[in-house]
């Protein structure tokens, strides 16, 4: 399960779900991807047995990510990849794979990318992960507000910046999200359309796809603004409002 969604920003309480996996003798795999650069996160206290997260999104580069798993757990699993490194001992009839994490890091692994994700984490815990956290609450709540008082627009999610992320997902009465999409494009609003990797989630809310927009360290209250004016540019291009209320100009 995600640690954080990344569709509605929830942050979820996979310690709590880990102690039911372990009551039935299951395995808790958590995608800490949306969490790890927007939180502090201790693997200590999650109760998952393998945390995995990207370096993409923790402003690393692209093509590399992180498994942190128990020790006797990654010991019982075979290697998914042969080449070199990954090897203890080969003979004609057999193999033995060397000891975790090698047997799963074959061949040449991608060394530039490597120390670009180190360098990502020092600069996060330069910052301090609390701070970004603090940060990202705030934007969130200011984004909530902005985007709440929008006429038919929905929220996706929770509507308050309590145990949630950055991430704020939404629909607009009579718009398709990809059109919305391609207009805030146009007016340099960037935000992403579509399933987000989760159709069933869009369908257990009824809706065809949303838009997301994801705030981070870097997002500041004026871009939440042209995100706001921006949506309701759209909404009101494409419902004909701009139209119709040309006179007298735009109102939320």
């Known amino acids: 399960m995600a640690l954080a969604s990344n569709v509605l920003g929830t942050v979820n309480p996979v310690a709590e779900i880990a102690a039911q996996a372990h009551a039935v003798g299951a395995v ?18 999650l109760g998952a047995d393998l945390v995995a997260f990207t370096g993409h999104k923790m ?3 692209t093509g590399i990510g992180i498994l942190w798993g128990r020790y006797d757990l990654l010991a019982e699993l075979p290697p998914f990849l042969g080449g070199g490194e990954m090897i203890e001992i080969v003979k004609m009839d057999h193999s033995t794979y060397a000891e975790p994490p090698h047997r799963f890091e074959a061949g040449t692994p991608p060394i530039a990318q490597m120390v670009g994700l180190a360098t ?19 934007i969130a709540d200011y984004a909530l507000e902005g985007l709440s008082g929008l006429k038919g627009l929905r929220i996706l999610g929770p509507t308050e910046a309590v145990d949630r992320t950055g991430t704020i997902s939404f629909t607009i009465e009579g718009v398709h999200p990809h059109d919305a999409m391609s207009l805030m494009d146009s007016r340099g609003v960037a935000v992403r359309g579509g399933h987000h990797c989760a159709r069933p989630l869009h369908e257990r809310f009824g809706v065809q796809a949303s838009l997301r ?22 909404r009101d291009f494409f419902t004909g409002r701009i139209m119709a209320g040309a006179a007298g100009g735009r109102s939320r």
Do not use: C, F, N
């Open 59 to 61: 402003v690393g580069p």
């Open 120 to 138: 990502a984490a020092d600069y996060l815990d330069g910052i301090g992960m609390e701070a970004i956290a603090a940060h990202e609450r705030e």
């Open 213 to 234: 927009a994801s705030a981070y360290l870097y997002t500041t209250r004026g871009e939440i603004d042209a995100l706001v004016d921006a949506v309701e540019y759209a």
């Open 28 to 45: 808790m795999v958590v995608d800490a991807s949306q969490a790890v650069p927007q939180m502090p996160v201790d693997v200590s206290t």
